[in-house]
């Protein structure tokens, strides 16, 4: 993703926006940290969870709504309820 696409995401202000990287994700406007682990995160958004799966996840950022998580990424699921 371009500088700027990142910029319409801020713009727009959008629920929430997801940055898929190739070692990091970065999700803006979540609610709440599920479940941490090495190989899983599960964050939980307005209307899904997002269930991150890969290895050596960790967290290098973390304030309120925003969070960056690095790693190896090997999949993203939404989950609706």
């Known amino acids: 993703m371009h500088i700027k696409d ?3 995401n801020f713009l727009y202000d959008k629920n ?3 940055n898929i990287y190739e070692e990091y994700i ?3 406007n979540y609610v709440e940290l599920i479940s941490l682990a090495s190989n899983k ?3 939980k958004l307005e209307k ?4 991150i799966n890969g290895q050596e996840l960790f967290i290098t950022k973390m304030i309120p709504n925003e969070i960056l998580i690095k790693g190896s ?6 989950l609706y309820e």
Request: proline residues 0%; glycine residues 0%.
């Open 16 to 18: 929430y926006f997801i």
């Open 41 to 43: 995160i599960i964050l």
């Open 6 to 8: 990142n910029l319409i």
């Open 73 to 78: 990424i090997n999949s993203v699921e939404f």
């Open 26 to 28: 970065h999700v803006f």
């Open 48 to 51: 899904f969870k997002l269930i």
